[in-house]
């Protein structure tokens, strides 16, 4: 059972069999190579791998009996990448001097450069952009980010890299471009070519990149719905690059965002769901998931709830293959902690009334059968319950003044945050604040920030900031704060985080103090429990 590994080009080798095999023995083969990441190309009838996977596949073929000649050849590759890699991490080393970045960040500049493909998941706050750009060289970049970020993307390279590279913020359907050697092209999800459903190549009218072109795709939970119009697009954006023989590099605060097949969506944009976790059944297992048929076949997922399913331990390290993530506390000793304190408010009687009568829908669950069965029932429960919830944001309001007049009589900033719109709204056309929500212009949001962390909405001081979670949760500094006000919180843990982390930052000096208003009622209660159920299983991934 001879497999012999030669040259294809000088990023990728071929992988050829030296004997027929019979069925069982070439599945195994199969099998061995598809673990290790290699794919089949159809025009060499035969497997290909990147040189960077030789390792992997070397162990996987050996593993599975397989005897494996590797040929001269490739050996004079995988010299001449050893020598690109400690160019380029030289490179990324000098400019993080340069820069005087703090030690981690040198570090992460340093472990993507040396990269191909990789994912950056350093928690929020902690300068993810700033490590992609010291481990840039001058090849064309690609960078991919929501629309609100386009904007920090720009001032960021013209505050670090100065003359080194040149930039193009792009701007409207149609406007897609692949960079030119020495350049930055600044792109947002909503604008990328389309790729219909089912389909994986993007329309020729997209054109083909330079060799050697790197993709940075910021904020890359955007992409964990592997279903959705902007996946199908990264996804084939990321082929392509990989296949010219560039780079795709990922960065997210929040890996896993919400349930586990989110992440194996973000992994498979720069294909490294393989790398670390080998198959998507072997995916399913380690994360305790459980097949089961209402009445097509789904997925349950860990519940937090129950000790029944839990995610294996091993799935940190497993991530390690793919993946540097470092914790604010384990990072930044000097930066402040964060403490809770949970407020609970009274209802109306009008809304209780109406929380009730939600409630009463779901009598036939008990408490801990909606939280266990959280994934299973998940649209379900979430739609009985929004009508009530909504009601119940809308009714924290008087609270929410009461608290926010308290602040201003103390000339304290504060940053209230909400999921829903109504209470941020009612704030906004206060005195002293402006609001940040969905779909603002890119330039009021960016003022309304700045102007807060200034001290100064033009002539009127800037007492606070109102913000919807979603909204704020991204390319936002409010570091002047060390108070903020959660009139209620997202479904989505990861959303939470996000925007607390808004505060928690480099800059900040003060402990930052997060109060969290919680309605006097079952269903608030719940909605807390839920998401404590979610962060446990986020937790458990090590995430």
């Known amino acids: 059972m001879l497999v012999n590994i030669l040259p294809h080009t000088n990023k990728r080798l071929k992988i050829q069999l030296a004997q027929y095999l019979n069925k069982e023995l070439f599945a195994r083969y199969v099998e061995a190579c598809r673990t290790a990441g290699a794919h089949f190309n159809t025009d060499l009838m035969t497997q290909e791998v990147e040189i960077e996977r030789l390792g992997e596949l070397v162990y996987q073929l050996l593993s599975n009996g397989f005897k494996v000649v590797v040929d001269d050849g490739v050996r004079a590759l995988v010299d001449k990448k050893a020598a690109e890699v400690r160019e380029m991490v030289g490179n990324a080393e000098a400019i993080a001097s340069e820069l005087k970045l703090r030690p981690y960040q040198a570090i992460g500049a340093r472990w993507y450069a040396s990269r191909n493909r990789a994912l ?95 993709l940075v795709v910021d904020e890359a939970h955007y992409i964990k719905n592997s279903k959705a119009a902007r996946s199908r697009s990264v996804r084939a954006i990321s082929r392509v690059v990989r296949n010219s023989g560039g780079r795709v590099w990922l960065m997210t605060g929040t890996p896993l965002a919400n349930k586990p097949p989110e992440l194996w969506s973000i992994l498979t944009a720069a294909d490294l769901a393989i790398d670390a976790f080998g198959s998507w059944p072997n995916f399913v297992r380690l994360f305790g998931g459980v097949e089961i048929n209402v009445p097509r076949p789904i997925i349950l997922w860990p519940d937090g709830v129950t000790n029944k399913r839990t995610i294996h331990p091993s799935v940190p390290k497993m991530l390690e293959r793919v993946m540097l993530r470092r914790l604010r506390q384990d990072v930044m000793s000097e930066l402040p902690p964060r403490e809770y304190k949970d407020i609970v408010v009274p209802l109306s009687s009008q809304t209780r009334r109406i929380a009730d009568r939600v409630w009463s829908a779901l009598k036939h669950h008990s408490e801990e059968q909606i939280l266990r069965d959280f994934d299973l029932v998940g649209s379900e429960v979430v739609g009985i319950l929004s009508a009530a919830l909504r009601a119940i944001a809308l009714d924290k309001v008087p609270s929410m003044m009461a608290i926010v007049k308290d602040y201003e009589e103390q000339e304290e900033p504060l940053v209230v945050v909400s999921d829903y719109r109504a209470p941020i709204e009612e704030l906004g056309r206060r005195l002293g604040w402006r609001a940040i929500l969905g779909g603002d212009d890119p330039g009021a949001r960016e003022a309304a920030w700045r102007g807060f962390q200034a001290g100064t909405y033009g002539e009127e001081p800037a007492r606070g900031l109102a913000m919807t979670i979603k909204a704020g949760g991204i390319s936002i500094t409010a570091t002047r704060a060390a108070h903020m006000l959660m009139v209620d919180q997202s479904w989505n843990p990861s959303d939470n985080e996000q925007v607390i982390s808004r505060l928690q930052r480099i800059s900040q000096t003060r402990t930052v103090m997060v109060t969290r208003l919680i309605a006097n009622h079952p269903i608030d ?17 090590g995430l």
């Open 120 to 214: 950056l998941g350093d928690e929020p706050g902690l300068g993810k952009t700033i490590q992609a750009l010291c481990a840039l060289d001058r090849n064309p970049v690609l960078v991919v980010c929501p629309q609100i970020a386009k904007a920090n993307w720009a001032l960021e390279i013209d505050k670090w890299l100065g003359v080194r590279f040149n930039h193009e913020v792009l701007a409207g359907r149609g406007s897609f471009r692949w960079p030119e050697s020495g350049e930055i092209v600044i792109t947002n999800f909503d604008i990328l070519p389309k790729v219909p459903p089912k389909k994986h190549n993007l329309p020729s009218s997209a054109g083909k990149p330079q060799d050697n072109t790197t």
């Open 525 to 541: 209660q719940l909605k807390t429990k839920a998401l404590t159920r979610k962060a446990a299983m986020i937790a458990g991934a």
